[in-house]
């Protein structure tokens, strides 16, 4: 199995990045980590092993990035404002320099924007703010909204409030998109959520689906058994949704 490692200075980050590359052709992956995740993660939850099949048969390319949430949604010294502002960097990040790199290596016309958990968040928002460049988004176990206050879990931007939340927040963007060509690219790409039966933000994941609903979009709502929150069950999802 094809597995590359790349590193480079980030100049809109203002650090050295990493991401790995796994698979030599097919539909490229984008993957986004966990909130505690590297850009080894996928590989660590032996979560590429559950999907070697399909990237040993050349129809799944994965490429791992990795995460600076600890320098933007959980760093908590920081204001919130500054801390929306980090993450938005970090898209930029993707946008102007991982995915040049992942179409220059691979020509593939399928991208698939992916991730669990908080990487969930990070693969749905990049997709449904840039749908053009997304043909697939699969997100496992995720939260839409940072500003909700669920369980134990809590706003991760201390009631902060801009137009930068607005436009990071799919929940909230979503319902008031009236814009003809971005809900043209939203409708050809293949949507799938999934979620557990008692993960707290099951009420979130429907809402999104509900939204979804009224904009037209087509997708796919799954409701597991349990939480449904841990890598054991993210083995059993990719191989089934990717």
Same mark, same amino acid.
């Given at each position: 199995? #094809?597995?590359?490692?790349? +590193?480079?200075?980030?100049?809109? *980050?203002?650090? /050295?990045?990493? =991401?790995?590359? &796994? ?54 010294? #920081?204001?919130?404002?500054? +801390?929306?502002?980090?993450?938005? *960097?970090?898209? /930029?990040?993707? =946008?102007?320099? &991982? ?144």
């Amino acid at each position: 199995m #094809n597995r590359e490692y790349h +590193r480079w200075y980030s100049q809109r *980050l203002q650090r /050295e990045m990493e =991401l790995l590359v &796994v698979g030599h052709s097919g539909a490229k992956v984008l993957v986004f980590p966990t909130r505690d995740g590297r850009f080894h993660e996928y590989e660590d939850l032996h979560l590429v092993h559950s999907v070697a099949s399909k990237i040993e048969a050349g129809h799944l390319q994965l490429w791992c990035v990795d995460s600076i949430d600890w320098e933007s949604f959980y760093c908590f010294w #920081n204001t919130p404002a500054d +801390r929306i502002r980090r993450h938005m *960097l970090f898209e /930029e990040y993707i =946008l102007h320099e &991982v995915m040049p790199l992942m179409h220059g290596m691979n020509p593939h016309p399928c991208t698939i924007a992916h991730g669990c958990s908080l990487g969930a968040y990070h693969a749905a928002n990049i997709a449904f703010r840039h749908p053009d460049k997304f043909q697939k988004l699969v997100a496992l176990s995720g939260r839409y909204d940072l500003t909700l206050s669920v369980d134990v879990f809590h706003d991760l931007l201390n009631g902060h409030y801009d137009e930068n939340v607005y436009f990071n927040t799919p929940t909230h963007f979503l319902p008031n998109l009236r814009c003809d060509w971005h809900l043209e690219h939203l409708r050809r790409m293949d949507m799938v959520i999934v979620v557990g039966a008692d993960d707290p933000f099951l009420d979130n994941n429907r809402y999104l689906s509900a939204i979804l609903d009224a904009k037209g979009l087509s997708h796919r709502l799954h409701v597991w058994e349990g939480r449904a929150h841990r890598a054991s069950c993210w083995r059993k999802m990719a191989p089934l949704y990717l």
